[in-house]
């Protein structure tokens, strides 16, 4: 599943812009979006009642944060918050961020998820 | 109903800076005042030290030293048997002073709120049962009283993070970015 998600980054000319080598990290590439692309993901999606507009506006999100925020290694910042979002949505499970994010990695984001859920049920009793 | 908390310095650090930035002191101390906050005599010596550097982060510990909080003593055999159940004897990184915050929380059966998130993720990771916290995500839920998702979220990233963790490392920032997206994505 990850492969997929990773293959379909490049083909969102993602990978374009990340293996680009630029050390300053400037998201100056056009983004290539079209239906076909997005559409590739649909049958995850409706399984886990996630519109395709919604998807995007993750991937927006993702990209303005990471371009705002993230002061090195952009690319990275993009691609685990992908993965993280796509993790916390259903989409992704545990064993589906390892090969990308690796195995202390995946255990810390998966962490940070299970703390933010367990702390929401202890501030909403 | 005020409830009980246990914090390290690192979560009582973030949590009076967040009141200083929030603009909204007033509000801020209102609702922080829905807790109990209780911290290990450790904490105080270190908030000490703190206080007397000349930075915002010394506000924040002097502004802590002054708020009503207890301070409760945790015998230092207390920290080293905890130091050998979590196998961090004679380790560097987690410190006697984040030890006995989670000593007292489980003593006093109350949430851990702890911004050293190597140490975060240690604890909840061995006691997997227990509410242990990033302090940050304490300071959205005060805020999010009286402000919108989005500007809690502008408020973390664009005030809290840069004044609070002038350096941080991207695993950090977006540690912080996930658990604080996964707190407000469903209290909104």
């Not at chain 1, 599943?1 to 990773?6: A, D, E, K, Q």
């Not at chain 1, 990290?25 to 395709?52: A, C, F, R």
């Not at chain 2, 003593?107 to 993720?121: C, G, L, S, T």
Request: aromatic share 14%; charged share 25%; net charge negative.
């Amino acid at each position: 599943m990850v492969n997929s998600m990773v293959k379909w980054l490049e083909r969102f000319s993602i990978t374009g812009f990340l293996n680009s080598g630029r050390e300053d990290g400037n998201m100056e590439k056009s983004m290539i979006m079209g239906p076909d692309v997005i559409s590739e993901l649909t049958p995850y999606l409706e399984e886990k009642h996630i519109s395709q507009s919604q998807l995007v506006s993750i991937i927006l999100k993702d990209l303005l944060f990471a371009e705002k925020y993230a002061k090195t290694n952009q690319t990275y910042a993009i691609v685990e918050q992908f993965l993280v979002d796509l993790y916390r949505v259903g989409i992704l499970e545990y064993k589906d961020l390892l090969p990308v994010l690796g195995f202390e990695r995946s255990l810390e984001v998966t962490n940070a998820i299970r703390t933010a859920k367990r702390f929401r049920s202890w501030s909403e009793k | 109903m005020v409830r009980e908390i246990v914090c390290d310095t690192s979560a009582i650090i973030t949590l009076f800076l967040s009141c200083y930035l929030s603009g909204n002191e007033d509000e801020y101390r209102h609702e922080l005042g829905q807790y109990r906050l209780i911290a290990s005599n450790l904490v105080y010596s270190e908030l000490k030290d703190f206080a007397v550097q000349d930075d915002d982060l010394a506000l924040s510990a002097q502004e802590s030293l002054s708020y009503n909080m207890d301070f409760l003593s945790v015998e230092l055999e207390d920290i080293e048997q905890y130091k050998k159940i979590l196998g961090v004897v004679g380790r560097r990184g987690i410190t006697d002073c984040d030890i006995s915050g989670l000593y007292l929380s489980f003593d006093r059966n109350a949430p851990f709120f702890i911004d050293d998130f190597k140490a975060q993720f240690h604890f909840s990771s061995f006691f997997d049962d227990r509410d242990i916290f990033f302090g940050v995500l304490l300071v959205c839920s005060i805020l999010a009283e009286f402000m919108g998702e989005k500007e809690v979220f502008s408020f973390i990233f664009d005030k809290l993070v840069p004044n609070r963790w002038a350096n941080i490392s991207l695993r950090n920032l977006l540690t912080i970015k996930h658990a604080v997206s996964e707190y407000l994505t469903y209290y909104s």
